[in-house]
């Protein structure tokens, strides 16, 4: 969120994608207020469903996010003067070499998100499907003090 909010302050023409990013992050940062919350109080979980659509969401946006970034910035060397002259993601900024760097560094932790809402998307929808686990009727058990 910080390498995104420094671009977007640095730049002097706005990018599209990048103002995505930063939705993507500002969006994540609100729910895992309430996905932290719902952790540990059920009674806000509504059974595990609203957890699981809040982190399939949260992966489809950060995917998005992700690839288009990627798309923009294509694949080059930042220090590459051709490349910081003709992208238009970098071109927006005084230091191009720096933006070229924040951008890289931007999409890697927009992929790492992505990967880590969508292994919380799995997780979600486990539980709100009952675990996925043995039943507690199949767990054997030793007998109750009453027994010995």
Avoid at 69 to 87: E, I, P, R, T, W
Wanted: charged residues 10%; neutral net charge.
């Amino acid at each position: 969120m910080a390498l995104t909010g420094h671009m977007i302050s640095d730049a002097f023409k706005d990018s599209s994608i990048v103002n995505f990013a930063m939705v993507c992050a500002v969006f994540a940062m609100l729910a895992l207020v309430y996905l932290i919350a719902a952790a540990f109080m059920d009674s806000i979980a509504f059974g595990g469903i609203v957890p699981l659509a809040i982190d399939s969401f949260l992966t489809l946006f950060w995917f998005a996010g992700a690839v288009a970034l990627a798309v923009k910035l294509g694949v080059h060397s930042c220090s590459n003067q051709d490349y910081l002259h003709s992208n238009n993601v970098i071109d927006r900024a005084r230091n191009r070499n720096q933006r070229c760097h924040e951008a890289q560094a931007t999409d890697a932790f927009l992929f790492f998100g992505f990967f880590a809402f969508a292994v919380s998307a799995v997780l979600s929808g486990l539980s709100s499907m009952g675990g996925g686990g043995p039943r507690a009727s199949n767990i054997r058990r030793g007998p109750a003090m009453s027994h010995v």
